[in-house]
Nanobody, 121 residues
């Protein structure tokens, strides 16, 4: 069973920075997309950022110019550098990977367990 292991969440003052990491527990034959979503209390999970295998990255408007997504394909790891954090960035952040385990497998979508990010003013 493929697992996504997240780390890097925590408590930070507004204006500060955090870096999230998400490592895939086993080698994947192919990973199409690696991304981040977040869910604040009482709200639906929302898209934050994605890194495609083509090298393209996309961001939610609310985090553009503040967050940077990157990936290390050799380590099957995706990162989210979060700068200039705001209280409204407080949420549980989830890693998401779209990939397949072998050449004959179908693509599957995987989720991490979530890591809490709390920004106080």
């Amino acid at each position: 069973q493929v697992q996504l292991v997240e780390s890097g969440g925590g408590l930070v003052q507004a204006g500060g920075s955090l870096r999230l990491s998400c490592a895939v527990s086993e080698t994947m034959f192919s990973i199409n997309a690696m991304g981040w979503y977040r869910q604040a209390p009482g709200k639906q999970r929302e898209f934050v950022a994605v890194s495609l295998s083509s090298g393209t990255t996309n961001y939610a408007d609310s985090v553009k110019s503040r967050f940077t997504i990157s990936r290390d394909n050799a380590k099957n790891t995706v990162y989210l550098q979060m700068n200039s954090l705001k209280p409204e960035d407080t949420a549980v952040y989830y890693c998401n990977v779209d990939g397949r385990k072998s050449w004959y497998s179908k693509f599957d979508n995987y989720w991490g367990q979530g890591t809490q990010v709390t920004v106080f003013s």
